[in-house]
């Protein structure tokens, strides 16, 4: 924790943001959802797309850049497979609605699959994915996001970091969550930088020019760079292909930025999918086979005795524990930030320092 984030405690945080969203027009049950979803990604330890994000999310729905209360249909079907028109909806919203109804249809037909267009920035992928692992099953949630990624070498950006994340039951202490874009780090992670003051490596981001730097405000009024150069790049284009071209969407430079354009719909597109694996395989067997497969990545050896052989989702679950415990930090400006935002809608600041 960096001496000037303040801590405040995760119940205390979540009303807050609730009560923050409520002002915008949500309605109580989706302010709620929100604000868990935001708050949850903190306790996580994943800063760069929890809370932080809040102020731009406030002022796109109070500028109806995106819209609060939105009618999210079904604009085909085809038994497993739907497409949802997402109206412009908050994307936390339209990714609930679409992974509620991939669960629905996994339920059914044990695979469920639902696109979503025009909709917008949805936080982390592994809010969805998580949900169907709530319900015994494998989850598989993407979104494509506006272009912030420059092929190794070019001058301009071709493609979105594109995030994705698989979620599988271990019926253990937590899931197995992979929660990753295609960048070498997030667009959050630049956010996160700046308002702490840092440099950030090199091999993170570039300049307008496509030029390696190390400061985060060029690197965010930049581009990002892929992890794994052309692998990554690669993968982002497949995600692309999944979301923003099969949903019927826009994509590629057809999306807009929430931060570059607040004040417009930034028309994403987003795939969920869910997976009834109790129809091949009893829940108590995949828990042993589970079981297996994590005490073998545990027991891998590594050449520093002081470091561990983690699984994905495990950090997590840690930081989550940790900070229910001791508090979320917020860096001060930030917290200053939320503050001020609540003065402005007429909110009370109920945030506890621990």
Request: glycine share 10%; proline share 6%.
């Amino acid at each position: 924790m960096d001496k000037k984030d303040i801590l405040v405690n995760h119940n205390d945080l979540q009303h807050f943001v609730t009560t923050l969203l409520e002002k915008t027009g949500l309605s109580p049950e989706d302010a709620a959802f929100f604000a868990q979803s935001l708050v949850d990604i903190n306790l996580w330890g994943i800063d760069s797309h929890g809370v932080l994000r809040l102020p731009i999310y406030i002022k796109r729905l109070r500028t109806d850049a995106c819209n609060p209360r939105p009618n999210i249909k079904t604009v085909k079907s085809a038994i497993t497979l739907e497409v949802f028109d997402g109206d412009n909806g908050p994307g936390q919203i339209v990714g609930r609605a679409a992974m509620e109804r991939a669960i629905e249809l996994a339920k059914t037909y044990n695979v469920g699959i639902v696109e979503a267009f025009h909709s917008n920035h949805f936080g982390a992928a592994a809010t969805y994915s998580r949900m169907a692992v709530a319900k015994g099953m494998l989850g598989v949630a993407m979104t494509n996001v506006v272009q912030n990624m420059v092929a190794p070498g070019g001058s301009k950006s071709i493609i979105g970091n594109n995030p994705f994340s698989v979620a599988v039951p271990t019926y253990g202490d937590f899931p197995f969550v992979l929660d990753i874009s295609f960048s070498a780090v997030s667009g959050g992670k630049l956010l996160l930088a700046s308002k702490k003051g840092e440099k950030i490596p090199r091999d993170w981001g570039t300049d307008k020019f496509g030029r390696p730097t190390d400061d985060p405000d060029e690197a965010f009024n930049g581009f990002l760079l892929p992890v794994g150069a052309y692998k990554g790049l690669g993968l982002a284009y497949v995600v692309e292909i999944l979301t923003g071209v099969l949903s019927g969407g826009v994509f590629l430079d057809a999306m807009k930025g929430m931060y570059k354009y607040p004040d417009d719909p930034s028309l994403t597109s987003h795939m969920m999918m869910a997976v009834n694996i109790s129809a091949i395989m009893d829940p108590g067997e995949l828990g042993n086979r589970m079981t297996e497969f994590t005490q073998k990545i545990h027991t891998s050896p590594m050449w520093d005795n002081q470091q561990e052989m983690l699984i994905p989702g495990e950090l997590e679950y840690r930081s989550m524990q940790a900070r229910k415990a001791n508090g979320i930090p917020l860096p001060q400006n930030l917290y200053e930030e939320l503050v001020s935002l609540a003065t402005e809608l007429g909110v009370p600041v109920t945030l506890s320092k621990m």
